[in-house]
């Protein structure tokens, strides 16, 4: 008997749980489509809303700037593939040229 008693309340708490999420999804939905009036009275960003007022500025990070401070329109991240053989040779050459590596002939000596 107390089983059926946890079925059913998990039972409603999901149907609770889905029906609150569906209503969440519409009204942000509609949210979304609503238009907001801006508000260019200084009385209105010296409220407890002074959040709405940074939203309209855009300030960019920082590593999103070129040396000059402009924003840049490329993508950052730009990959090319190359052959195993290649990206060794390079690991391998970034190794020897780091300051703790100790080459071969010096250890045998």
Do not use: C, W
């Amino acid at each position: 008997m107390l089983h059926l008693l946890y079925i059913l309340a998990f039972t409603i708490l999901a149907f609770i749980a889905v029906a609150n999420l569906i209503r969440n999804l519409i009204m942000f939905s509609f949210d979304r489509e609503r238009t907001y009036p801006a508000n260019s009275s200084p009385m209105a960003n010296s409220g407890n809303f002074g959040y709405l007022s940074s939203r309209k500025q855009f300030v960019p990070h920082p590593e999103l700037l070129d040396n000059a401070g402009n924003l840049i329109k490329e993508p950052l991240l730009v990959m090319r593939s190359i052959n195993v053989d290649d990206a060794r040779q390079q690991l391998d050459a970034i190794y020897e040229s780091s300051p703790g590596h100790k080459s071969e002939n010096s250890e045998e000596a």
